[in-house]
């Protein structure tokens, strides 16, 4: 083992790379809410500002996946497709199998520079989460309970209000409102066998209010829906832990370019071109295990250098004062400074540990395990 793969097995590593983040965390979430004065004097001044602002936070992940764990990203496509991406406001259906699946698609907008602008419907309880939430209440994120008659309003406004979006987004939705595991599938194949529908090997039945009233609501703002079905090489199922731990993974994503034209308008014909995309990734992804590849050509986007300058500055401008602190509460000699210091290390440490389990399968949301028993 090298030098450099030894550092990153390393927990106290981890615990000031955690820092880091969250501490430029805290201070990106100051000066947004500091931002607020704009919105009555310039709204779409604010939405820039904002964005770039969210880029120095989220490209820290970012970092993470494409230069500490240098897990290479593959897409297969067509050159027509990748030529439009950052080019068009679109909306993302992406499957939820994995930890890192949403990191993955976080690379691919940062490659495509639209990872500032970058939007997703999400849930409720997230709004709540230090960093994560309150960034994305500034991005104007639209949230939802997951109960339609209460979400219905607020999602229709969150959404409309984003139709004079002033930089190009990707509008991210998981269909299937949950994260994959085999409960919550056994109990969707069940509701999709009461309702007639065709069952998933690899996914859960779509939701698709969500899915037809972004449509709706976007339609005139939104040029296509990019359907992203991911997989990894060598039967991997990554962790956000694994990532920090500079293990690498080979992720492939297989991207469909569909005009929102080709979509249909009436709400039940739109459910059910939903339902027949995830009949084809289904496909797709037995085609890719039992053969270890996507159909399309292969493209891989270069990284860029700017996630991992950003992470070089804030670990310049908040490394050097927390080790000078450090340094001078041991000098002291103090057994009261010693003891606080090493409470305040020992919190930090588990409020990391708390973000990362946000993302973690077997901590997830028990959403699915009884809800694809009630009508949509």
Known sequence: MGFIAFLKTQFIVHLLIGFVFVVSGLIINFIQLCTLVLWPVN????????????YSLWSQLVMLLEWWSGTECTLFSDEATVKTFGKEHVIIIL??????????GWTMTERFG???????????????????????YFLEIVFCKRKWEEDRDTVIEGLKRLADYPEYMWFLLYCEGTRFTETKHRISMEVAES?????????????TKGFTTAVQCLRGTVSAVYDVTLNFRGNKNPSLLGILYGKKYEADMCVRRFPLEDIPRDEKEAANWLHKLYQEKDALQEMYNQEGIF?????????RPWTLLNFLFW?????????????????????????????????????????IGVTEIEKGSSYGNQEFKKKE
């Open 295 to 303: 159909p399309g050509q292969q493209f891989k986007p270069p990284r």
């Open 315 to 355: 670990a310049t401008v908040l490394l050097s004062p927390l080790f000078t602190f450090g340094f001078g509460v041991f000098a002291s000699g103090s057994p009261l400074l010693i003891l606080a210091f090493l409470g305040l290390v020992g919190a930090a440490s588990f409020g990391v540990r708390r973000l």
């Open 195 to 207: 309702k007639g529908l065709p069952k998933l090997k690899y996914h859960l039945l779509p939701r």
């Open 95 to 104: 499957n939820h199998n994995f930890e890192i699946d949403f990191l993955c």
């Open 114 to 136: 639209v990872l500032g602008s970058s939007k997703v419907l999400a849930k409720k309880e997230l709004l709540y989460v230090p960093l994560i939430g309150w960034t994305w």
């Open 43 to 54: 709204k779409q001044l604010y939405r820039r500002v904002n964005c770039r602002l969210a």
